[in-house]
Structures are given as C-alpha cells and as structure tokens.
T-cell receptor, first 111, second 116 residues
Framework: QKEVEQNSGPLSVPEGAIASLNCTYS??????FFWYRQYSGKSPELIMS????GDKEDGRFTAQLNKASQYVSLLIRDSQPSDSATYLCAVNKAYGQNFVFGPGTRLSVLP | GAVVSQHPSRVICKSGTSVKIECRSL??????MFWYRQFPKQSLMLMAT?????????EQGVEKDKFLINHASLTLSTLTVTSAHPEDSSFYIC????????????FGEGSWLTVV
C-alpha cells in the first residue's frame, strides 16, 4: 500500500461546479496535510494546509480532514477553467523530514 | 508564503558536460532541501534530501556520483548533473523547509534541462 494515494484522474467537471479531490494516507501518526496545485510545465504551489480534523476554508477552496478515516479532501467551489491542473496531496508524518507526496489528480474544468 | 528561488530556469548543455542548478531560500533558513525530477506528464520523483552541513540522502536508484548535491548553507543547495546525457533531460525542482517556513514545503520554480 502506497503511503499517500490519490486517483490519477483526469477528473472532469463543468465550469461552475464543485470539484472534489480525495486523498488517503496510510500512516496514522501523520500530523500535517497539504494540497499543492501544479500547472503543466510549472512547479507545485501551495494551496492549503490543514492540521486538525474538520474543514478549513480559504476562498473557493475547502480542505477537509478526517484522521480517523485517514482521509483528506479538497473541494473547489465554482470551478473555473483556470483551476485545470494537477493537484498534489502531501502528508508530513513529523516535522520536516517525512514529507510524502501523492501521485496527483489531474483536474480538467470544462468551459 | 516563503520564497524559494531556483536558477537557471532553463539550460541546454552538450552531452558529456556538467550543469549546476541552484536553489535558494530567500526569506527563511532552509534546514532541509529536497530535489525532485519530473518527466512530462509524470509524477514528481524525489531524488534526494539534503540537510545543511551534511551529506545528502539519495533515494534508491538515484546515482549519487552523477547527481551531486551540496547544501553548504542554510539558504543554498546546488544540484550538479555530471556527465549529462540526453536521458537526463527533465524538469528538476527543488523545495525547502525550515524552522520559520511554517512546517511547510515550498517549491522553487523548477529548471528545465535539455541535454543535446
């Protein structure tokens, strides 16, 4: 079992819809969780971090964490074509050294 | 967020030569830096992890003599691709984390290497 798993996609949603991206992780001691967005040909950029169970909202983005289920998700409301990118889930088991990235989910928002 | 700068953004070199890529943390001290390689339409592949002042830890299958990593200061790490070959052509990305980066990894802009 991979440490961090994501559906590779592509996930296609129409413009204006809610895009839901999911990520599961295997190590229960994981403490910090991150979502990065990577446009084609560019390096990843941080979207959100979440550390506690529940929801965290930032603009059109909402991260959801459920440590009991070892599950973290990212919701993108009012999806725009400019949101089309690969979304990487990252998990940090302990401070600094144990950062693990998922393979990424490719999102396509259709005009 | 914190800023990580990578240079050069694009480089073309001849087969058999060496090329150096720099990664700098501009507004925080990077205790740990990571180097990745990414081929088109593929996932990030971690090559090595470097801590300031110590030798880098390479992932399995990555040749440490070919990909030389130096992390001599808390703000600078370098990756040198030695005796480059066309199959080394790829997108190389660094990232950094430090005490004041909020327990978060920040990425450099990436460097496109083309070996001809």
């Amino acid at each position: 079992q991979k440490e961090v798993e994501q559906n590779s996609g592509p996930l296609s949603v129409p413009e204006g819809a809610i895009a839901s991206l999911n990520c599961t992780y295997s190590d229960r001691v994981s403490q910090s969780f991150f979502w990065y967005r990577q446009y084609s040909g560019k390096s990843p950029e941080l979207i959100m971090s979440i550390y506690s169970n529940g929801d965290k909202e930032d603009g059109r983005f909402t991260a959801q964490l459920n440590k009991a289920s070892q599950y973290v998700s990212l919701l993108i409301r009012d999806s725009q074509p400019s949101d089309s990118a690969t979304y990487l889930c990252a998990v940090n088991k302990a401070y600094g050294q144990n950062f693990v990235f998922g393979p990424g989910t490719r999102l396509s928002v259709l005009p | 967020g914190a800023v990580v700068s990578q240079h050069p953004s694009r480089v073309i070199c001849k087969s058999g030569t060496s090329v150096k890529i720099e990664c700098r943390s501009l507004d925080f001290q990077a205790t740990t830096m990571f180097w990745y390689r990414q081929f088109p339409k593929q996932s990030l592949m971690l090559m090595a992890t470097s801590n300031e002042g110590s030798k880098a830890t390479y992932e399995q299958g990555v040749e440490k003599d070919k990909f030389l990593i130096n992390h001599a200061s808390l703000t600078l790490s370098t990756l040198t691709v030695t005796s480059a070959h066309p199959e080394d052509s790829s997108f190389y990305i660094c990232s950094a984390i430090g005490q004041y980066s909020g327990n978060t990894i920040y990425f450099g802009e990436g460097s496109w290497l083309t070996v001809v």
